[in-house]
């Protein structure tokens, strides 16, 4: 950790954005070469649920509001929501008017749904090493958890019509793109701080309303008994992780 601590802020910036990312194309590799469980996924789906809703509450528009008070905060966080809904909306439509069935959408269907959560997570890796800091640990675990289902899911889907090679080529150039927007997070706002505040908070929003459109109705569907308590574990984990952060400058 050390010795990642001691590179350049944007290279920093660009590794853990891969980091985070790269767990789309662990999931996806996983559901190329297993058929696991729907419970098990739904599992992952409510935990990092959890994780990410502790995250955005305690990290992401604490940090906004620190930043720039309420007003801007819950400006940005609801302009957040409304430009990731009025997104699935758009893409949904694409969707239906492709004439694939469910589970079969096309490959670039998947890839933009991804990109449409995933970028603005990626950005957030990148604002928070602004400052000097270190990577916000709590940020990364938590986009890392709920970027597992996704990739399994998408890959499974994608079997159907695409082959084992074209969907990991696929998955690697999302991972690369999110290192990408997390490198460009942090350039982008390194000399302008003023607007760290307004993009912290449009990610926090954004994220809010994937949750509840994709990955809670997901887990609930597939395991409602058990979904809720797991959920909770997660958001218990990334509220102590971020508590001992806050001593341990993680």
Known sequence: MQAIQALPGAVQAGFWGLVSGAA????????????????????????????????????????????????????GFLGGAVLYTAATILLDRWQGGSGDQEGE??????????????????IVVGLSLLGGGAVSLVTVIAIFLSNIPEGLSGAAGMK????????????????????????????????????????????????????????IPEAFKEDHNWSGLIAALGFLVSFALSKLGEGGGA
Do not use: C, K
């Open 105 to 122: 959408q096309s490959g670039a269907a998947f890839v933009a749904g991804a990109l449409i959560d995933g970028i603005p997570e990626s």
């Open 24 to 75: 789309l194309l662990l999931g996806a590799l996983v559901g190329l070469r297993f058929e696991l469980p729907a419970r098990w996924v739904a599992a992952v789906m409510a935990f990092g649920s959890g994780v990410l809703i502790s995250a955005l509450a305690f990290e992401l528009m604490d940090e906004a509001y620190g930043r720039d008070g309420l007003t801007s905060t819950a400006l």
């Open 160 to 215: 159907g019509n695409h082959r084992p090679g074209q969907i990991v080529l696929l998955w690697t150039g999302v991972t690369l793109l999110l290192g990408l927007a997390s490198l460009l997070g942090y350039t982008a706002f390194a000399h302008a701080p003023a607007g760290v505040a307004a993009t912290t908070a449009v990610a926090a929003g954004g994220i809010l309303a994937m949750l509840v459109n994709t990955m």
